[in-house]
């Protein structure tokens, strides 16, 4: 390639930007002496083709233009620099880097000992520098074609109480289903297939929550073992798509891909959300690769420990700590998220780790800098935004502690509904709190029940068929000797490991399923599914399958009788949601009588019909319990602004082994919407009556409405 004529260009925009006659190339190093710009021809290509002294440096920020550069060059940096690890410096311009704000990646890592900055194997190991030439092997960046037809789309802006989410993994969601064109299996175009269209459809889902798919690089140690980093939490590019999980051949094509879904998927009335991990990045702990970040400016991209800076605070247990508090990093975030929401379409976000975004100097400040600047921004404080509330630094469990504005993951709620259907004694009072939309958590702040994000199960965990079937983990595939992965799931499997042929086993499994599945439904506040769930998927026990990118983790689409009903029964508990408002109230339901009558918007009852008292709550052995929820409660206003009266409903719950006699309420009779332990069943009950209500069961009835004189 002829070396260009190039010009001093422009500081922003950050990144690789083209004007029609050429590229502008930006990137930010606060401690960099000088930056090359490195022009590869080819994915093939063992070096570059042109290396550019970068001319300018305005505010931090290096930059260069330069002429006739169309979509899809290639290119890299390298960045001049100390070489003092015990600084905090890692500047090696042997290593070709990543530029941070990359839309495309043109070609992926191949694991080699040049890629890392120090000599692998030197007694001294991160502290010395490794000389050979890393550019036959490190990922590089593909300048990007921002065009595209978007036509009439838009953010849905699905309210958070009409909010269902349904969590996938793009790849495998779809890599064996039948009825998806085998060439597209397990990408951003099968999730706009008709098949899995009709699917999410079916469902009833309103928001599908994608797991990570910004670019990523699998761990080096997984890939000598023949596994990869499949979950995706392991990001190297906070603006670029997975190339993995697109259909087209062309990298470049990957942004119109994603475009092209995220379109379908509105079209369809489902939201977008992406899982986002910006609390660390790909290149670890001091002895993990030199990718981008770490020879940009180590100093200013991590946060490093302040006693000797050649070692990195690792508050998410992934080696490094991306440093937020920096604001050119701070910016990247932003951009980032702007960029997803602006040019791509997506409707919010889900924050893995977030309490390390809201780390301060040390400990979670819900104050902190980073909210400050997305509650300011016009953007993004608009969009969904909800935290995974913790992380694995001190003072790490920060649930309840986010500000108006967010949503959490409730690990909380898990938690008790686990215990409750588990049988665990003094669990009703939590639970019953939890049911409620967690008014402790929540409710003193001034955020709505939809600040709780209810969840059962998620990727992380048993999934929900283990969950009934199996005590212990078995990661045995995952090669660390079963050691990984959470050691107390608060699981129930009926006495017997693993699958069994034993029937009445089975069906208490099934029946599990179906209460946890109901129970979430019945909940106040915003529900989470996971596809895993709702096609009775099993991993076998692995409780840890984030390197399993095989059939532990794709899931089945061939469905037996058992998982074909119980598949059919989760869409009963959503048509059960959607049909009653007060399950979707916005406001807490507070125990008080509404509006001057002697009705409460809830009620607690114990099995005699009459309301739980105190000594109901405390007692030891208490499993069941019945909730009243009042029609009149509900807190809408039609369009003529009356209120809005919906249907009163009782959920009964039973976490006893045996059946017990609940007495229904005398002032109407009660049809029968739902049973755990009769799906099928249905049936008006007298008011006053005695329901028989089956140990390990929830029954959902609806009050009969009186009719009136005369009418």
């Not at 059919?568 to 048509?575: L, S, T």
């Amino acid at each position: 390639m002829k070396r260009p004529r190039i010009r001093p260009g422009a500081p922003y925009p950050l990144g690789a930007t083209l004007d029609g006659k050429g590229a502008n190339f930006a990137i930010f190093s606060e401690n960099a002496t000088a930056v090359d710009l490195c022009l590869f021809d080819t994915p093939e290509s063992q070096t570059e083709s042109v290396r550019i002294r970068l001319p300018e440096r305005t505010d931090m920020v290096w930059h260069v233009w330069v002429p006739d550069v169309r979509p899809g060059q290639l290119y890299g940096y390298r960045v001049h620099g100390p070489w003092d690890p015990g600084a905090g410096h890692r500047f090696n311009p042997s290593k070709v880097l990543l530029d941070p704000y990359a839309k495309v990646i043109g070609r992926r890592l191949r694991w080699n000992d040049s890629v890392f900055g120090y000599r692998i194997g030197d007694p001294e190991q991160d502290l010395s520098r490794d000389e050979r030439d890393s550019a036959a092997y490190v990922p590089l960046a593909a300048v990007s074609d921002p065009s595209f037809d978007w036509g009439d789309d838009r953010l849905l802006r699905t309210p958070w109480h009409r909010t269902l989410i349904y969590e996938v993994h793009v790849k495998g969601l779809t890599r064996l289903h039948p009825e998806v064109p085998e060439g597209i299996r397990g990408t951003y175009a099968a999730l706009r297939s008709e098949p899995v269209l009709r699917h999410f459809r079916e469902i009833g889902v309103t928001a599908v929550e994608l797991m990570p798919i910004h670019h990523r690089i699998d761990d080096r140690l997984l890939v000598e073992r023949g596994l990869s980093n499949y979950w995706g939490y392991n990001t190297l590019s906070f603006f670029a798509p997975d190339t993995r999980y697109a259909a087209a051949p062309l990298p470049l094509d990957s942004i119109r891909e994603f475009r092209e879904t995220v379109r379908a998927l509105h079209k369809a009335g489902l939201e977008v959300i992406l899982d986002v991990v910006y609390n660390h990045t790909c290149e670890g702990s001091q002895l993990g690769p030199t990718l981008s970040f770490r020879g940009i400016d180590n100093q200013a991209y991590y946060r490093l420990e302040a006693s000797n800076r050649r070692y990195y605070s690792d508050y998410t247990g992934c080696g490094n700590t991306l440093h937020t508090r920096h604001p050119h990093v701070l910016q990247m975030v932003m951009d980032s998220l702007r960029y997803w929401v602006l040019e791509m379409h997506v409707d919010g976000f889900r924050f893995d780790l977030a309490a390390t975004l809201a780390r301060e100097e040390h400990a979670p400040d819900r104050m902190s800098s980073f909210f400050d600047i997305i509650h300011q921004d016009p953007v993004l404080s608009q969009v969904k935004l909800i935290a995974e509330p913790w992380d694995v630094g001190a003072d790490g469990y920060q649930i309840g502690n986010f500000p108006v504005g967010w949503v959490e993951w409730n690990g909380k709620y898990r938690d008790s509904v686990r215990s409750f259907w588990k049988g665990d004694g003094g669990a009703v009072a939590e639970f019953a709190t939890r049911l409620c939309g967690s008014t402790d958590l929540y409710g003193r702040s001034g955020r709505r029940p939809y600040a709780s994000v209810n969840f059962v199960t998620c990727h992380d965990g048993f999934m929900l068929q283990d969950l009934v079937s199996y005590n212990e983990r078995h990661n045995e595939a995952n090669g660390e000797q079963n050691r990984d992965g959470h050691q107390h799931n608060l699981s129930w499997n009926c006495g017997v490991e693993g699958p069994t042929d034993i029937p009445e086993i089975r069906e208490l499994r099934e029946r599990q399923k179906r209460n946890f599945i109901a129970t979430l439904l019945v909940s106040q506040g915003v529900a989470m599914l996971t596809a895993a769930d709702v096609l009775s998927h099993t991993q076998l026990g692995n409780n840890n399958a984030y390197c399993q990118d095989n059939e532990i983790s794709w899931l089945r689409w061939e469905l037996s009788s058992r998982k074909k009903a119980f598949y059919e029964f989760v869409r009963r508990c959503v048509e059960l949601w959607k049909s009653q408002a007060v399950l979707k109230r916005r406001k807490f339901l507070q125990g008080r009588p509404i509006r001057g009558s002697q009705v409460k918007d809830i009620a607690w009852l114990d099995p005699s019909g009459a309301e739980m008292t105190d000594e109901s709550w405390n007692a030891p052995f208490v499993r069941c319990l019945g909730c009243r929820l009042s029609g009149d409660s509900i807190d809408e206003m039609d369009t003529e602004g009356e209120p809005v009266r919906g249907d009163t409903l009782l959920i009964l719950l039973n976490a006893h082994h045996e059946p017990i006699p609940f007495r229904l309420p005398a002032d109407a009779g009660w049809e029968r919407l739902l049973d755990t332990a009769a799906p099928t069943a249905s049936g008006v009950f007298e008011a006053g009556s005695t329901f028989r209500l089956d140990g390990h069961s929830l029954a959902v009835f609806r009050q009969q409405v009186k009719s009136t004189p005369g009418k």
